[in-house]
T-cell receptor
Framework: AQTVTQSQPEMSVQEAETVTLSCTYDTSESDYYLFWYKQPPSRQMILVIR??????QNATENRFSVNFQKAAKSFSLKISDSQLGDAAMYFCAYRSEIQGAQKLVFGQGTRLTINP | NAGVTQTPKFRILKIGQSMTLQCAQDMNHNYMYWYRQDPGMGLKLIYY???????DKGEVPNGYNVSRSTTEDFPLRLELAAPSQTSVYFC????????????FGSGTRLTVV
C-alpha cells in the first residue's frame, strides 16, 4: 500500500521569505499523481498544486512550486514570497492511476506559521 | 456552483446515538469519498464509491455505513456513536481520472460525549 510521510509537523517563516515543506512517499507504481492541499483555519481543503509522475518538469502555480524527485520518491513544496494568508496546514497526497484504486492517500500534515 | 455540500456543519452526539452525515455533489462526479480527520492528523479514508450502487471500505470503516443510491448523494451513517468517532468528517468527489484531484466539502465537526 502507498504511504505518504511529512516529516515536519510544524514550520515557520518570516513574511516575504521562502519556505520549503518536505514530503516523501512509497509506491511501486510508475503512473500516479501527487498533490499539495492547503487547509486554513476555515477547515476547507484547497488544492494548491498537482504533479503528474510521468512529467519530469516541476509544476508551478504562481508563488508555489514543487521539487519532484521521482527516483528518490520526494515531492517538496516551495512557497516564495510568503504571505500571511499562506498560514495553514499543508497536506501532501498521492493518487494512484490504477482503475478502481484511485484514492488519495494523505500525509500527516505540516502546520505553517507566517511571522509578520 | 455548489460543488460538494455537507450537512450538518457541527453536531454533538451522546454515546450510543446514531446519525447520518449528508453529502451531495452537483458536478456529476463518478467517485465519492468519506474521510475523517482527527486533531492534528491527516485524513483517513472511511468509505468510497466509484458509482451509484457501488461502495467499498477504506482504511477505517468500523462503526460506519454508507449507501450510494444516486450519483449525487453519498450519506455516511454512524451507528452507536462512540467517543473514538469524535472527529472532523470530510466528503469529497472526483472524476474517474486520477489527475484531477478531489473537490472537498467544508466538513462536519462531530463530538461524541
Amino acid at each position: 500500500a502507498q504511504t505518504v510521510t511529512q516529516s515536519q509537523p510544524e514550520m515557520s517563516v518570516q513574511e516575504a521569505e521562502t519556505v520549503t515543506l518536505s514530503c516523501t512517499y512509497d509506491t511501486s507504481e510508475s503512473d500516479y499523481y501527487l498533490f499539495w492541499y492547503k487547509q486554513p483555519p476555515s477547515r476547507q481543503m484547497i488544492l494548491v498544486i498537482r504533479q503528474e509522475a510521468y512529467k519530469q518538469q516541476n509544476a508551478t502555480e504562481n508563488r508555489f512550486s514543487v521539487n519532484f524527485q521521482k527516483a528518490a520518491k520526494s515531492f517538496s513544496l516551495k512557497i516564495s514570497d510568503s504571505q500571511l494568508g499562506d498560514a495553514a496546514m499543508y497536506f501532501c497526497a498521492y493518487r494512484s492511476e490504477i482503475q478502481g484504486a484511485q484514492k488519495l492517500v494523505f500525509g500527516q500534515g505540516t502546520r505553517l506559521t507566517i511571522n509578520p | 456552483n455548489a460543488g460538494v455540500t455537507q450537512t450538518p456543519k457541527f453536531r454533538i452526539l451522546k454515546i450510543g446515538q446514531s446519525m447520518t452525515l449528508q453529502c451531495a455533489q452537483d458536478m456529476n462526479h463518478n467517485y465519492m469519498y468519506w474521510y475523517r480527520q482527527d486533531p492534528g492528523m491527516g485524513l483517513k479514508l472511511i468509505y468510497y464509491s466509484v458509482g451509484a450502487g457501488i461502495t467499498d471500505k477504506g482504511e477505517v470503516p468500523n462503526g460506519y455505513n454508507v449507501s450510494r443510491s444516486t450519483t449525487e448523494d453519498f450519506p455516511l451513517r454512524l451507528e452507536l456513536a462512540a467517543p473514538s468517532q469524535t472527529s472532523v468528517y470530510f466528503c469529497a468527489s472526483s472524476w474517474r481520472t486520477a489527475g484531477y484531484g478531489y473537490t472537498f466539502g467544508s466538513g462536519t465537526r462531530l463530538t461524541v460525549v
